[in-house]
């Protein structure tokens, strides 16, 4: 079972990235797919969530708006679309997947191994 995370970059204040989240080793059609990120001297959090089979798509305040999870079951691939970037996105960037509906870290079983996203102003 792998999550590979792929994507990230360095762009400017204002611009656009879309991660990829492409999973391979099983189907996870019945699975909820997370993305997380991790700044710097930051513990990780939660940026938003969608059931891999559909909506409903779910947000975390500070990104809601900005950025818009997808997904491509054919390639079996979930996206993290990242619009009107600011520094504060600075992060590492993490795919999961949990059996559960959830927002929380710790449900999570497969993990991604992170893709760097770098903001600058």
């Known amino acids: 079972v792998q999550l590979q995370a792929s994507g990230g970059g360095l762009v400017q204040a204002g611009g656009s990235l879309r991660l990829s989240c492409a999973a391979s080793?099983?189907?996870?059609?019945?699975?909820?797919i997370g993305w997380f990120r991790q700044a710097p001297g930051k513990e990780r959090e939660f940026v938003g969530r969608c059931l891999w089979s559909g909506v409903p798509t779910y947000y975390a305040d500070s990104v809601k708006g900005r950025f818009t999870i997808s997904r491509d079951n054919a390639k079996n691939t979930v996206y993290l679309q990242m619009n009107s970037l600011k520094p504060e996105d600075t992060a590492v960037y993490y795919c999961?997947?949990?059996?559960?509906?959830?927002?929380?870290?710790?449900?999570?079983?497969?993990w991604g191994q992170g893709t760097q996203v770098t903001v600058s102003s």
């Open positions: 080793g099983r189907t996870f059609s019945s699975y909820t």
């Open positions: 999961a997947a949990s059996q559960r509906i959830t927002t929380k870290e710790g449900q999570y079983d497969y």
